[in-house]
């Protein structure tokens, strides 16, 4: 059997765009790195099941720089382009579909913009609210320069979620039919966090969240009839030994909400914890993606194989996971991916 994922990409050296990339399943094994359609270091994809991919895209035009989404149309042999949002400034960092309202979020890093677009018949998008963090930054250098909204998406009960990791914040939002934000709430992090991806367990009631700067995982408490978090237990995602920069990228939850995955740049690795009843992590591994800056990775529907993907080394690596001890052993190293950064099946 194969399964197919999009990969995001940068397009600073040697990538052209998106790609796809597909898995045999059997064997198990990578296959057919393919260019897949054009665009501007497209580092993050969202699907509809409309068969639309909404794309992170930035372009250079007369020395001024202009950032935002392409879409294309999938539901044909070859993705065909329906429409190009740019503004000046820099492109967003992550881009998400809200199927239920029709909506697409995106949150721009450098600009310190969420923002929330409706989605017409035809897919194209319209622009329906935008808020800008303007929140105080947190101490670490990488915060000095203002917030940084690094990931807008969807909570359990359809509010939106923002985590900035400049302002050590998360902020949940309330959205109308028609797209429009109302401020719910925010959680402060400790100084210096970073927040940058966070993950949900409905039926735990609780939320694992990524820090970026702080190499740190923090599970939360989330309660649904106030839309507030609160800060659980905290732990680290790189041995304590490691002095060497480190940045904390993704984060992913098996079905079972048993255990949290966390992928390391600089420490080159995936962290694999165990999860209690309770939320509270264990790590139970720590293994090498066998490559440089693991921005991302993804699983197969059955999440039994692992896809990871090196930015800096321009390759993929493929694991096995264990469902009962959460542990992976590698399948496959070297596979050319260039500058990899995202990681989307698609299906």
Request: negative net charge; contains cysteine.
């Amino acid at each position: 059997m194969t399964e197919e994922f999009y990969i995001g990409t940068y397009t600073k050296r040697i990538s052209r765009g998106i790609y796809r990339v597909s898995v045999d399943t059997t064997t198990p094994k990578l296959m057919d790195c393919e260019w897949l359609a054009s665009a501007g270091s497209p580092t993050y994809i969202a699907k509809s099941n409309a068969k639309r991919l909404y794309v992170i895209n930035k372009k250079e035009t007369d020395g001024q720089t202009h950032g935002g989404l392409i879409i294309y149309d999938m539901s044909e042999d070859k993705p065909r382009a329906i429409q190009q949002l740019l503004d000046l400034g820099s492109s967003p960092a992550y881009v998400a579909v809200d199927e239920d309202r029709q909506l697409v979020y995106t949150a721009n890093y450098h600009t310190a913009a969420v923002d929330v677009y409706a989605i017409n018949p035809d897919g194209t998008l319209k622009r329906t609210d935008q808020v800008i963090d303007q929140d105080p930054v947190g101490p670490a250098p990488e915060q000095a320069d203002g917030p940084h909204p690094h990931f807008a998406d969807l909570t359990p009960d359809n509010r939106l979620v923002v985590c900035d990791l400049g302002s050590d914040r998360v902020y949940v939002y309330d959205v109308s039919a028609t797209g429009k934000l109302s401020a719910v709430s925010h959680l402060d992090l400790p100084a210096g966090y970073g927040p940058r991806h966070i993950v949900f367990d409905a039926k735990k009631g609780v939320a694992y969240l990524v820090g970026e700067l702080s190499s740190n995982v923090a599970t939360l408490s989330y309660d649904t009839a106030t839309g507030t978090f609160t800060v659980k237990t905290i732990v680290s995602t790189i041995p304590d030994d490691w002095t060497a920069h480190n940045g904390a990228a993704a984060i992913r939850l098996s079905a079972d909400g048993k255990f949290v995955y966390v992928s390391n740049r600089g420490n080159n690795s995936l962290a694999v914890f165990a999860s209690d009843e309770a939320g509270q992590l264990t790590l139970v591994q720590r293994i090498s993606t066998e490559g440089d800056f693991p921005r991302d990775f993804n699983w197969t529907a059955n999440q039994r194989l692992v896809l990871v993907v090196n930015q800096n080394s321009d390759n993929a690596s493929l694991f096995e996971r264990d469902a009962q001890s959460g542990k992976l052993t590698l399948v496959q190293k070297d596979f050319m991916v260039p500058e990899g950064v995202s990681v989307l099946p698609a299906k």
